[in-house]
């Protein structure tokens, strides 16, 4: 019976795919949150994280609808790239590993079981209790063009966090080594930056 009910509230929270550790996201709410002046006026790099609560299933989804997601009936995304060659990867890694962000069919497809936040966090331990992290992987171009669009993305999600009192700041610092095997990426793609998110803390 009690793990019945277990089951049952997972579910509730997640719907995974059979047979798989996909997580098929709720459909993002494209309204809401703090006016368009009024976050970028709150928007700051924050570097404490409420370690005990990981982001709902809906946050999560809006968050990354914000960041990566897709916009238009013809495929466009809430953020421009030039001649819109979408040529950027978002990978989010939680506590259980690491997925992949598949926009079109709102989910995360489960790249690696493994928590790689050590790897991200390395001599900033206040990352470790960040619950999520977004990685902006690409293969990097002689114009720049994956840089600039992994800057659009992170800027849309500061945004997002700072119209829904969540805390968030962008790091370089991270073993892109370490991680690129972790990841599996192939030998061109590289994790370009990351961005840690979580709740604020209960005192702020």
Not at 122 to 144: C, I, N, R, Y
């Amino acid at each position: 019976m009690i793990k019945q009910v277990l089951l049952a509230s997972i579910t509730g929270l997640f719907a995974v795919t059979a047979g798989a550790a996909d997580i098929q996201l709720p459909a993002p709410v494209q309204t809401g949150g703090a006016p368009l002046m009024t976050a970028i006026g709150a928007r700051r790099s924050e570097r404490s994280f409420d370690a005990t609560h990981s982001l709902s299933p809906q946050t999560l989804s809006d968050l990354l609808w914000t960041t990566w997601g897709i916009s238009s009936p013809d495929g466009r995304r809430t953020v421009p790239t030039a001649r819109n060659l979408q040529n950027i990867d978002l990978y989010v890694a939680l506590g259980d590993g690491v997925y992949l962000y598949q926009a079109a069919q709102n989910k995360l497809q489960k790249i690696t079981d493994n928590d790689v936040r050590p790897l991200l966090a390395g001599q900033q331990t206040f990352a470790l209790s960040a619950p999520v992290h977004l990685l902006f992987v690409a293969e990097p171009d002689e114009m720049g063009w994956a840089a600039m669009h992994a800057g659009s993305m992170y800027q849309n999600a500061g945004l997002f966090c700072a119209a829904n009192h969540l805390s968030a700041v962008v790091r370089g610092m991270i073993d892109r080594e370490a991680l690129h095997q972790a990841l599996n990426l192939s030998e061109k793609q590289k994790v370009l930056v990351e961005l840690a998110v979580g709740y604020k803390p209960v005192t702020q």
